[in-house]
């Protein structure tokens, strides 16, 4: 039987802790207090940040009063300028849609843009050599880091999986390095799925019983 | 423990099998024989299909004679002219990118042409209503097809996992829809994740033993 510690959660070597909450749901904090149903959407909440506002506004191109999964992906750009994943957009929504209404509003964005910005700060600290995505090391780095004491073939493959391919690759060496969105999902997603292993291995040995459709319906939900 | 068939494999209510080698790599044929290293190309290998032949090139935007991830990407359109996402083609490319040179040759195009065009039809046969993406219930018929006896709560996070987000839903009805590339992707997906299941369940229970190290690896080396 494997005798490791195949998820240490030690945070003494930790430099900066992944933004709060990440990979889980916000809590729920809207309240319908009734009112009129058909309320027009022409100016930012009491108290809200004028800026935040104004960026709120710009991504909601429509001018609906909330934001589709389609402006979404509009509004959010990586450092090289390619748009992020419907895939990472959709696993955003489905964070910060709090009132799962399909779309997202004001203050679910002001949720949204905080983890974003939260992110970015993770991203930019890793990235050490300023390139714009994070390669190989810098990955290893991040993930030992934030707590995962992952295997070197299994950051391997979170490498290759998650590794944008921006620049036609000239033969096999190492993967183009991963863009910000790619690097978020890839966080989350190893979080989600070691963290939905540890709730089955409840005698913390690495090992697990299970079955087919648990084993599915796990790696179905992951992002 | 659970007594039931988790993965049934049978083929008589089989309309039409996915397309031969579906999911897996085909077979390494070319040899390498010496010759010139700095071969440019210049037309068609002898035998060539000309339509095939003017396709490929028309692909290989760049005319250096094989197709990057980026020019096959550009390249690839869904039936509402969605782009295939990235993830879609970096799997096309690893089944048939069989040399490992990092693109795609013409013989290798030739491979994955006939790979994408019989997907298209088994794509338009389940298309029951001429949608352009593939519904729940059409994915649910699909699925059976192919001998997969998926849990309806397995169906559905299929059906939420590989959705395109074409249209601003409102509010959480129905997703809407499985485009082209990400059904080939999920097919594929299921595909690999059972089979790297059935390789562990080696009684046949529908229950495994596994390691944490396993369970990521069979997950990362998923599409």
Not at 12 to 21: A, D, L, M, R, V
Not at 107 to 116: P, R, V
Not at 155 to 180: C, D, M, N, R, W
Request: hydrophobic fraction near 35%; include cysteine.
């Amino acid at each position: 039987m494997y005798a490791g510690r195949p998820y240490t959660q030690q945070h003494n070597h930790q430099y900066q802790p992944p933004p709060p909450g990440y990979g889980s749901r916000p809590p729920h904090h809207s309240h319908h207090q009734g009112g009129f149903a058909y309320q027009t959407p022409q100016g930012p909440p009491a108290g809200a940040d004028p800026q935040l506002w104004q960026w709120f506004t710009a991504v909601d191109a429509d001018h609906s009063g909330s934001i589709s999964v389609n402006e979404l992906q509009t509004a959010l750009v990586n450092g090289n300028w390619s748009r992020f994943d419907l895939d990472t957009v959709k696993m955003l929504m489905g964070m910060f849609d709090v009132d799962r209404s399909g779309t997202i509003n004001y203050t679910e964005f002001a949720g949204l843009w905080k983890y974003i910005s939260d992110w970015q700060n993770v991203f930019r600290h890793f990235d050490r050599d300023r390139s714009g995505s994070i390669e190989g090391h810098e990955l290893t780095e991040a993930f030992r880091s934030f707590g995962y004491n992952l295997a070197p073939s299994l950051l391997t493959l979170v490498e290759h999986k998650y590794a944008q391919a921006s620049e036609p690759s000239v033969g096999y060496g190492p993967p183009p390095g991963i863009t910000f969105d790619r690097f978020v999902r890839a966080c989350v997603a190893v979080k989600s799925l070691t963290e939905a292993f540890q709730r089955i291995d409840t005698d913390r040995d690495g090992w697990v019983q299970i079955s087919y459709e648990q084993f599915m319906s796990i790696v179905l939900a992951a992002p």
